[in-house]
């Protein structure tokens, strides 16, 4: 049973936590390895794991303590998202004693980045079908191959890798889910530029990269599993991103696009119809905000569902018709981009709310591509969650060597 059996206990141990480190003195490594160490960290999370197994809703808990007694929170790293979403409840359920020992603190304190390769430029949304091959020798894989669209793995230490090891296999039975060293020797990293001008993508390579047995999640021929783990994480990581409050994060910023708008740019029609437009994604966004709550209440609770694919769908297409509002509220002023397009590996800039807007306008096209296809969404909605019968599938049973590939 848990030591932590209320509300005021939970609080009262948030406080004896800012006694020994404090947000406003102490930076956000040593903040968050003390929050870590204390069971604050997901107090959903077993003990000794960062937490102290009580409901998600918990975390709030601390979170709204900490607030009250500082003008700081730190918040989960921007570049550990992928650490923090998919690799930590990853780890938690298939890593073992000593890994997860290891490696969960440097998750939550942000000294450690991940990423998650799983794309490959011959699979495309079938993910099932890659070809990365890792081959067994003693007590180490070797790994030769290739990925695509790794979001950060130019600054990752760690990568949720998903290779083939049983070629012989149908194509879901055949792979194996590795933990991997990204400063191994062989790992190379390539940066893909995208439209933005930044490069938080980027083309992994493996040339006989070696990673020990003990790196690996699950067991051999469970990767598939260890997998779609990570993507019902993954759905709810990135689809939920967005503001926990009521009418704050992007859509606060389409209101001060909307505020500091110049009406005489615009007729009384034209005004009425946006007007319009803004108030339909208002509500858009709400919907999503509650239906993020109730995804990630599941996701904490170790039983990620299918609101992550419900919201990773919705967001996509919600964010794209938002962000195009802002720049039609902008008018002329939209159709620049005062950021330039010179090639970089790092985000930031200019945040003002109209700079914002044409950033996040580019960005926005990738929504729906990103951390599955809004035509794999529709998929697993489909099947997963209305039951219609699912695509035919002639490779099920055969052999992935055996499969016909361009």
């Not at 918040?75 to 938690?92: K, T, W």
Request: charge should be negative; proline fraction near 5%.
């Amino acid at each position: 049973m848990s030591p932590v059996m209320d509300e005021n206990e939970l609080r009262e141990r948030t406080r004896a936590l800012l006694e020994v480190v404090h947000p406003e003195r102490d930076d956000i490594v040593t903040f968050r390895r003390a929050q870590y160490e204390h069971g604050l960290a997901w107090v959903h999370f077993p003990e000794g794991y960062g937490g102290f197994g009580l409901s998600p809703k918990m975390n709030y808990v601390v979170r709204d303590e900490v607030l009250k007694h500082s003008k700081t929170y730190y918040a989960d790293p921007f570049a550990s998202v992928i650490a923090i979403g998919m690799g930590a409840p990853v780890l938690l359920t298939y890593g073992d004693e000593a890994t997860k020992r290891e490696l969960l603190p440097r998750i939550f304190s942000g000294e450690d980045i991940w990423c998650q390769m799983f794309s490959e430029p011959s699979a495309g949304s079938d993910v099932a079908g890659l070809s990365t091959r890792a081959v067994r020798d003693g007590d180490s894989w070797v790994v030769n191959g290739q990925k695509v669209w790794t979001t950060v793995a130019h600054l990752a230490k760690w990568g949720m890798l998903l290779a083939r090891t049983d070629p012989d296999k149908p194509k879901h039975d055949g792979l194996s889910y590795f933990l991997l060293d990204m400063e191994s020797p062989g790992v190379e990293v390539r940066p893909l530029y995208q439209i933005t001008g930044e490069a938080e993508f980027n083309e992994v390579f493996f040339n006989d990269v070696r990673i020990p047995h003990a790196r690996m999640l699950g067991q051999e021929g469970q990767g598939w599993r260890v997998a779609i783990t990570t993507l019902m994480n993954e759905r709810v990581a990135i689809g939920g991103g967005g503001s926990k409050q009521k009418g704050g994060g992007a859509i606060s910023q389409l209101l001060k696009v909307w505020q500091d708008r110049d009406a005489s740019t615009m007729s009384a029609s034209q005004e009425a119809l946006l007007r319009d437009r803004v108030a339909r994604i208002y509500i858009e966004q709400e919907l999503l905000r509650l239906t993020t709550k109730r995804a990630a209440a599941a996701q904490k609770a170790g039983n990620p569902g299918p609101e992550g694919s419900v919201v990773k769908l919705f967001q996509a297409d919600s964010a794209k018709r938002l962000w195009e509002t802002a720049i039609d509220v902008l008018g002329s002023r939209g159709l620049s981009f005062e950021a330039g397009y010179e090639l970089r590996q790092t985000v930031g800039g200019d945040s003002s709310p109209e700079a914002l807007a044409k950033y996040q306008f580019l960005r926005s096209r990738a929504n729906s591509i990103e951390g599955g296809t809004s035509e794999i969404m529709k998929n697993i909605l489909g099947e997963r969650v209305l039951g219609l019968p699912g695509e035919p599938r002639v490779d099920k049973d055969v052999a992935w060597k055996d499969v016909p590939r361009s």
